[in-house]
């Protein structure tokens, strides 16, 4: 298990969010915390750390007044620590190599390649083409319908109808480097993991994959390296105290070994 820091950016700040809580019409979300420091200082903070494999996401839409400020606040963060992070929101196989170029060391891309529900390989492919494996993440971000968990899109506002399973994972690995999965339902709850899921990722044997969602105290962290056979790294957002919550950075990164 390693430890993946993030820099979730909305409306032009970094911030943490409730990620179920989501929506393009008016920009909105419900904020945990919302900082006045600007994205290059947690780059800066990761790169000191000696952490690799963060990432950025952009949670404003293209379309939004907010948009080009969120891409400004990335760029500071990816010049500040080149080839450090990772970045998604809205990627396509037309702005990828901007964001490369500006210095992230993969492109995460969703919605791109889910369209209309399916597995969209034509431009799967295209964003391969461009990016090449070895600097793509899927983000294969789920949420909970009946006993089963579906991957979403559109900042996690729309269900595809991709199940999260052993299968899909193992289908989807010929194509990227790593997979990053948000537990939608806690993400920024911080009221614990998503075990079921857990307990997936940890069960497949293949690429990394990061686990994001809920993760509240170092009991979670504990679970978390259990059911995913310490071998699923972790992302904390809202539980950690650069975001004003009680897990104190130098302590995670103490609890684990990465």
């Known amino acids: 298990m390693k430890f993946r ?22 920009d909105y979300a419900q904020d945990n915390f919302v900082s006045e420091k ?29 948009y080009e400020e969120d ?5 500071l963060a990816l010049s500040a620590y080149p080839g450090g992070l990772q970045i998604g929101g809205g990627m396509t196989a037309e702005n990828a190599a901007f964001f490369l170029e500006q210095g992230a060391s993969h492109i995460i891309v969703t919605s791109y390649v889910f369209k209309d529900g399916k597995i969209n ?3 799967l492919e295209k964003i391969v083409a461009v990016t090449g494996k070895e600097h793509l993440v899927l983000d294969l971000s789920c949420r909970k319908k009946g006993e089963d968990y579906y991957i979403v899109t559109d900042r996690w506002q729309k269900f595809t109808d991709v199940k999260l399973t052993e299968d899909v994972l193992s289908e989807l690995a010929d194509y990227c480097d790593e997979f990053l999965v948000h537990a939608v339902d806690v993400e920024g709850k911080a009221g614990g993991i998503e075990e079921d899921i857990a307990a ?7 690429i990394s994959v990061t686990y994001a969602g809920g993760v509240s105290s170092f009991e979670d ?26 897990m104190p950075f130098s302590k995670v990164l103490e609890e684990i070994n990465f």
Do not use: M
């Not at 997936?200 to 293949?206: I, K, R, S, T, V």
């Open 5 to 26: 820091p993030c820099i979730d950016i909305h409306n032009g700040k970094v911030k943490q969010i409730v990620g179920g809580s989501l929506l393009d019409k008016g």
């Open 38 to 66: 600007d994205g290059d200082f947690y780059a800066k903070l990761y790169k000191d750390a000696g952490l690799e494999g963060g990432h950025i996401i952009l949670l404003n839409p293209a379309g939004s007044q907010y």
């Open 71 to 75: 891409v400004r606040q990335a760029c």
């Open 121 to 123: 390989y034509e431009n």
């Open 200 to 206: 997936l990722l940890g069960n497949w044997d293949g």
């Open 221 to 246: 962290l504990r679970k978390l390296k259990e059911l995913g056979r310490n071998k699923v790294d972790v992302t904390i957002g809202s539980a950690l105290d650069l975001f004003g919550g009680e």
